[in-house]
C-alpha cells in the first residue's frame, strides 16, 4: 500500500450536506427568506438557466434575519460526526484537508468554530451583515465560466503540482465541475 502524505495527497471537501449533515443554505434559505423568490431562482439554476453565482446573489439579498438570531440558528448546525475523525487520521498522516463551498464566510467559520474545527483552510463566498439583510460577494467566481459562484476546480487545480495527487469529496451540483 502506498503512503500518502502532505506532499503528495491534498483533500478537499464540499461543505453543505457533506461537512454539515443538513444544506445549510437551503435550510436558512426556507426559514427565513422574505419570500418565495429564491425558489424561483433554485428552479432556474437547476434548468440551467442561470449559474450559481446569479441564483446565490438572488438567494442571500432575499433573506432578512438579526444578526443575532442569525447566530443563534448557526449555533444549532450539526457537522457530520465522522468528519472530526476524518480530519484527526488525515492529521496523522500529514495529509492537508481544506473546505470548498458555495456557502458563505460567516457562515461555514462560525459553525466550524462552535464544532471545535480549527486550522483548516476554506474557500467560499463572503457575505457582510447591514442591519437584517446580507450582502453577498463572489471572489473566488471564474470570469471565464460564468456558472460557479466559487469555483472549486481553480482551488484544486492550484494545488496540482508535480506528483500531487486530489481527492474531492461532494455530490451537489456544484461539485460536478470539480469532481470532473
Known amino acids: 500500500m502506498t503512503k500518502y502524505n502532505k506532499n503528495n495527497l491534498v483533500v478537499f471537501f464540499d461543505f453543505d450536506n457533506t461537512v454539515t449533515t443538513i444544506?445549510?443554505?437551503?435550510?436558512?434559505?426556507e426559514r427565513f427568506s422574505k419570500d418565495d423568490e429564491w425558489k424561483a431562482l433554485e428552479g432556474r439554476w437547476q434548468r440551467k438557466e442561470i449559474g450559481s453565482r446569479e441564483c446565490l446573489k438572488g438567494q442571500i439579498e432575499g433573506v432578512r434575519i438579526e444578526k443575532e438570531r442569525f447566530d443563534r440558528y448557526l449555533s444549532t448546525i450539526k457537522i457530520d460526526p465522522y468528519f472530526k475523525r476524518l480530519l484527526r487520521l488525515?492529521?496523522?498522516?500529514?495529509?492537508?484537508?481544506?473546505?470548498?463551498?458555495?456557502?458563505?464566510?460567516?457562515?461555514?467559520?462560525?459553525?466550524?468554530?462552535?464544532?471545535?474545527?480549527s486550522d483548516i483552510k476554506v474557500y467560499c463566498n463572503k457575505v457582510?451583515?447591514?442591519?437584517?439583510?446580507?450582502?453577498?460577494?463572489?471572489?473566488?467566481?471564474?470570469?471565464?465560466?460564468?456558472?460557479?459562484?466559487?469555483?472549486?476546480?481553480?482551488?484544486?487545480?492550484?494545488?496540482?503540482?508535480?506528483?500531487?495527487?486530489?481527492?474531492?469529496?461532494?455530490?451537489?451540483?456544484?461539485?460536478?465541475c470539480a469532481s470532473r
Not at 444544506?23 to 434559505?29: A, H, P, R
Open 90 to 117: 488525515f492529521k496523522s498522516r500529514g495529509i492537508q484537508v481544506l473546505i470548498v463551498s458555495d456557502n458563505f464566510d460567516y457562515m461555514l467559520k462560525n459553525i466550524l468554530k462552535r464544532n471545535n474545527i
Open 128 to 176: 457582510d451583515f447591514s442591519e437584517d439583510k446580507f450582502n453577498p460577494s463572489f471572489p473566488f467566481a471564474n470570469k471565464r465560466c460564468g456558472d460557479c459562484a466559487n469555483c472549486k476546480k481553480t482551488h484544486l487545480l492550484s494545488r496540482k503540482r508535480g506528483r500531487v495527487r486530489i481527492a474531492y469529496i461532494g455530490d451537489g451540483r456544484s461539485d460536478v
Open 23 to 29: 444544506d445549510v443554505i437551503d435550510d436558512m434559505l
